[in-house]
């Protein structure tokens, strides 16, 4: 029986020429500042979003706490929009770590506007939290692979610079985004004060994430990456299956969006399947089941004894993400698989 594992572009394995590139990596002391693999990969990013700087951390989520916390001070607040990344699934380090709040704002399809951004920026009032940073993020995964309007980032960046606001982007799927609209990295990191991008999900790699911003910025952000336990050694071995996964794997993440798009569109005649063709931009299948038909529970568990793994995120809800170890032949298994369950 085929596997086909749906769950999330973070179960991919690293291809055997990357597993190479990583047995051949030159490496250093990186707390030091001496693994010429992670400079070479910190460089290499920092280019192509055309920044000052770059820091090679563990995971995006680490990312996006030191970011937080080199952009603010505690008592502070940063405004997000309701289904982030950082609001739902980084453990409220934010009030943890950076002990600032969070002013949260319910978004359409994961973007907030600029004008719902204005209005949730607090007046100057000694008895009222300061705003400090906005965050956004780019492609939104619960939003179902959604891509921010470059139109609205700019005018989001434009109002928070004329307040004195700093800007971050969680762009753990910036790479996504990025070949899915011919908009450079260049093009999407300039209206950000700091931008993080994930490595170990669509490209591929087994681990990290890395955060871009000027040299100010970056020297913050390390000193927080050592306070959290971020600091590594010989980490070229990871900076190396990164570096693979930028110079082969980037391109070809337009197959993973052509792949999910042929999903998405099968599915949604059958019976008991609603899906917003409309929100299938990237990589990312969101769709809702009818209970009267089967329970997402049940439909994954179905789906499950074929061999197809998705995951289930409410009791109407199902996300299946396509990636580097999803093949034609995978998809059309896939899509058979529901035929069979849902077709009568």
């Known amino acids: 029986m085929r596997h086909v594992d749906l769950r999330s572009d973070t179960v991919t394995r690293p291809t055997p020429e990357m597993r190479q590139a990583m047995l051949q990596a030159e490496v250093g002391d990186d707390v030091f500042g001496e693994d010429p693999t992670v400079n070479q990969l910190q460089e290499m990013v920092a280019a192509m979003l055309g920044k000052e700087a770059a820091l090679f951390v563990p995971s995006g989520t680490m990312g996006n706490q030191i ?83 470059l139109e609205e980032i700019a005018r989001i960046s434009q109002f928070a610079r004329e307040r004195g606001l700093k800007l971050h982007l969680d762009g753990a799927r910036l790479w996504n985004a990025s070949v899915a609209t011919g908009i450079s990295l260049k093009n999407y990191a300039q209206y950000f004060d ?36 971020g600091g590594m050694r010989q980490v070229g071995i990871l900076a190396a299956a990164a570096i693979h996964a930028l110079e082969h794997h980037l391109e070809r993440l337009a197959d993973d969006h052509r792949r999910a798009r042929k999903f ?33 529970d049940q439909l994954i568990d179905a789906l499950r004894q ?14 299946a993400v396509t990636h580097l170890d999803v093949s034609d032949a995978d998809i059309d298994y896939a899509i058979e698989a529901f035929r069979e369950l849902l077709g009568h």
């Open 67 to 149: 970011s937080i916390n080199a952009h603010t001070r505690p008592g502070e607040e940063i405004i997000v929009e309701r289904d982030s990344h950082i609001v739902n699934y980084e453990c409220g380090a934010s009030a943890m770590l950076a002990g600032v709040q969070l002013h949260i704002i319910d978004g359409q399809d994961g973007i907030m506007t600029m004008e719902q951004v204005a209005a949730a920026v607090r007046p100057r009032d000694v008895h009222q939290p300061q705003t400090r940073l906005v965050c956004l993020e780019n492609t939104h995964n619960r939003a179902g692979g959604t891509i921010y309007p």
């Open 194 to 229: 700091s931008v993080m991008l994930c490595f170990s999900k669509g490209l591929g790699a087994p681990v990290g994430s890395i955060v871009v911003g000027d040299r100010e910025f970056i020297e913050r952000a390390h000193y927080y990456r050592k306070a959290y336990g």
């Open 264 to 296: 998405a569109e099968a599915i949604s005649h059958l019976p008991g399947i609603r899906i917003d063709l409309e929100r299938v931009q990237t990589n990312i299948v969101m769709f809702d089941v009818d209970p009267q038909v089967m329970t997402a």
């Open 306 to 319: 074929k061999g197809v793994f998705m995951l289930n995120l409410g009791p109407r809800k199902i996300r």
